[in-house]
Nanobody, 117 residues
């Protein structure tokens, strides 16, 4: 079964940066649109943060536009999320998945991002 493994989270001060990575264990990574999602404390649902198609087209949630950048390396089966100008509202567990999330692959453990004020 395919596994998604996220890494790169941590504790950072407001205004800081983090780079998240996610590796897909499948062998057809390149055909999937990949996305990053997050689940904030106390929230039941994961929200879409950013999405990247096989051709490299990207879409961002409004609150992260201009601060976050999603990218992918098909040779490494890896998708990245560069997060700059972090603020406390970005505190969440971040997950990656093949879009739409949870349909083509199970959710991984996620990686915790905590932004202190």
């Amino acid at each position: 079964q395919v596994q998604l493994v996220e890494s790169g989270g941590g504790l950072v001060q407001a205004g800081g940066s983090l780079r998240l990575s996610c590796t897909d264990s499948g062998n057809i990574f390149s055909i999937y649109t990949m996305a990053w999602y997050r689940q904030a404390p106390g929230k039941q649902q994961r929200e879409l943060v950013a999405r990247i198609t096989t051709g490299g087209n990207t879409v961002y949630e409004d609150s992260v536009k201009g601060r976050f950048t999603i990218s992918r390396d098909n040779a490494k089966n890896t998708v990245y999320l560069q997060m700059n100008s972090l603020n406390p509202d970005d505190t969440a567990v971040y997950y990656c998945n093949r879009a739409p999330g949870g349909v083509f692959a199970p959710w991984g453990q996620g990686t915790q991002v905590t932004v202190s004020s």
